[in-house]
């Protein structure tokens, strides 16, 4: 009489973990991703508020502050947060002042007040997206 075949049949298990790891990895930088973007637009709604605003007509700093997509360098992701092209080149004026005006910073202050709420935040949303995940 013949034996029965109990068990399960493991082929394929090594590329079905493989499929894990990487499936795993790509929700991983998701999660990095938004929570740097978010983290990001704390920063830029700091600035938004701390700028300070003419009267001319034309387009202000405080309008063209935007959060950059998630870009990375050796090894390190990184959102870039401030004023686009279009008024980029006036922050300089506010931010460390002119022969003929004060200086008025609104980066460095934006990010020395918020740098541990951000932190805090970017920590919350990846613990809260590790447990949902």
Same mark, same amino acid.
């Given at each position: ?30 999660l990095e991703n ?30 063209? @502050?935007?959060? %950059?997509?998630?870009?990375?360098? /050796?090894g390190m992701k ?6 686009? $092209? +279009? ?7 506010l931010e460390f ?9 609104? @980066?460095?202050? %934006?990010?020395?007040?918020?740098? /541990? ?9 990846? $613990? +809260? ?5």
């Open positions: 009489m013949g034996r029965k075949k109990t068990g399960v049949d493991l082929d394929g298990s090594e590329a079905m973990m493989a499929r894990i790891r990487l499936k795993m990895e790509a929700a991983r930088s998701r938004s929570s740097l973007r978010a983290g990001g637009e704390i920063f830029a709604q700091a600035q938004r508020e701390t700028v300070i605003r003419s009267d001319a007509r034309h387009l202000h700093i405080q309008d063209n @502050i935007k959060v %950059s997509g998630v870009r990375s360098a /050796d990184f959102v870039l947060i401030g004023p686009g $092209k +279009k008024t980029g080149w006036r922050t300089h004026f002042g002119t022969k003929k005006m004060n200086p008025r910073p609104f @980066i460095y202050p %934006s990010f020395h007040e918020n740098k /541990d709420r951000v932190a805090q935040f970017m920590a919350s949303e990846m $613990k +809260k997206g590790l447990s949902e995940g």
